[in-house]
């Protein structure tokens, strides 16, 4: 009696575990047109992404507000790198839950090369990624409402973004392959 009551008690514990490990991935793909992109799909629905192609933009779901429309902001934690992102409320595509969107990490599209891609541009995108990087993962925050992702799980992932606004077109064979 006893070890059908332990095999219940593992197959409860499996069950109730299952669903919490699944509600979240990392993926990586490229688009021809889109480039490199980075995301974290939970429930379906894009979270958290990041692309670097023609442009270079973050899509995330903001932490406090539902908007649709209008100037956001938000933080980005790890550990002791703090990021704030100002950007504006879009509404979310069909297949995402993301409604904050930022491109050119503030800067404007038609900024000048010394600007976009250049050095200061280059240090914030590189404390950026440091914080997607981190192994413990990151928080998203805005007031007080906040929520964490994982550390990403995907192999190589960053060197395709630190090569990004160098005119580089990296080969997927040297990156990480589709894994949506």
């Not at 514990?13 to 991935?25: D, H, M, S, V």
Request: with cysteine.
């Amino acid at each position: 009696m006893r070890t059908a009551q332990l095999v219940a008690a593992i197959v409860v514990a499996c069950i109730t575990a299952a669903p919490a490990a699944q509600a979240g991935r990392w993926t990586y793909h490229d688009e021809r047109n889109d480039g490199h992109i980075l995301a974290y799909v939970e429930d379906g629905k894009i979270v958290f992404e990041l692309a670097c192609g023609r442009g270079f933009s973050l899509l995330i779901k903001h932490p406090a507000q539902a908007k649709t429309d209008g100037k956001a902001r938000l933080t980005l934690v790890a550990g002791r790198n703090n990021i704030n992102l100002a950007g504006e409320y879009v509404p979310p595509a069909e297949n995402s839950a993301a409604n904050f969107y930022q491109s050119y990490l503030g800067y404007g599209k038609n900024d000048e090369d010394e600007r976009v891609y250049g050095k200061r541009w280059q240090e914030l995108e590189s404390r950026l990624l440091d914080a997607i990087e981190s192994k413990s993962g990151f928080t998203i925050a805005a007031g007080e409402a906040n929520y964490h992702l994982p550390g990403v799980d995907i192999d190589k992932w960053r060197r395709p973004f630190d090569l990004c606004g160098y005119g580089f077109w990296v080969t997927p064979s040297e990156f990480p392959g589709e894994t949506n």
